[in-house]
């Protein structure tokens, strides 16, 4: 299901690197262990086009730096003294809904999984994953992407298709931008998109933006969710 260790909530990982910006990506390590999180400054740090911003061991410290930092992606664990990954998450999307949120924790549970996924993340990682496959998921969710384990992928899947209500599509997106959120869920990149929709990466990224803007999301992740739980997008097309 996609790359190595993280994909989409469908069988392909939504991870287009070409879209990735040049600039810099600045982050918000969130988690209550500072062993874990010297770690993971070290190995983010390591690469050039990555720094972090800052760090926090709890929720409500997640939700102070998140407003005084504003980071491009926040990796955020789940349990915490306090607060915890999930009402933190909500908060901060309610507030900055453009800030992307990369969940890395060791719990795969079913509840944590769709509570931090309905929160606003767009991705979640467990601990266990690979040092490259971490990297790649924080380019993507910085890109606006989606980055799930693809155990997490498969539950994502089963129970918000499961869930699906269907509403019309044209009373929020016009057909064009429905038929790239479909193509877009398949886990195709932007240029992969282009040329199946014969319209230029430039195209689809306006296309994209507008969707996340209608929808009110932040990422591929929110607005693939938000189709699924509609029946906008059927899941045995994917």
């Known amino acids: 299901m996609g790359r190595a260790a993280y994909s989409a909530p469908m069988p392909d990982a939504l991870h287009d690197s070409e879209s990735v910006s040049p600039r810099r990506i600045s982050l918000l390590l969130v988690d209550d262990h500072p062993v874990v999180r010297k770690g993971?400054?070290?190995l983010l740090e390591g690469e050039d086009d990555l720094y972090v911003a800052g760090e926090a061991a709890s929720g409500e410290e997640a939700i102070a730096q998140a407003r005084a930092l504003k980071p491009d992606v926040i990796l955020m664990d789940v349990s915490m003294p306090g607060m915890n990954g999930i009402e933190a998450t909500r908060a901060i999307k309610a507030e900055q809904p453009r800030i992307g949120v990369l969940v890395l924790t060791s719990y795969d549970d079913d509840a944590y999984v769709f509570a931090l996924l309905e929160a606003g993340?767009?991705?979640y990682l467990l601990k266990n994953t690979s040092e490259d496959d971490l990297l790649g998921a924080v380019r993507a969710v910085a890109a606006g992407e989606s980055a799930l384990h693809p155990s997490v992928a498969r539950k994502v899947l089963e129970r918000f298709?499961?869930?699906a209500q269907p509403t019309p599509p044209e009373d929020s997106l016009s057909p064009r931008e429905l038929e790239v959120l479909r193509v877009a869920a398949t886990g195709r990149t932007n240029k992969e998109i282009a040329r199946d929709l014969d319209i230029s990466p430039r195209t689809v990224q306006v296309h994209l933006a507008n969707i996340?803007?209608?929808l009110g999301v932040g990422s591929r992740?929110?607005?693939v969710l938000y189709g699924i739980k509609r029946g906008w997008i059927d899941p045995k097309m994917l």
């Open 40 to 42: 993971t400054r070290e």
């Open 121 to 123: 993340a767009a991705g």
């Open 161 to 163: 298709s499961a869930a």
């Open 212 to 214: 996340f803007s209608k």
């Open 221 to 223: 992740t929110e607005a």
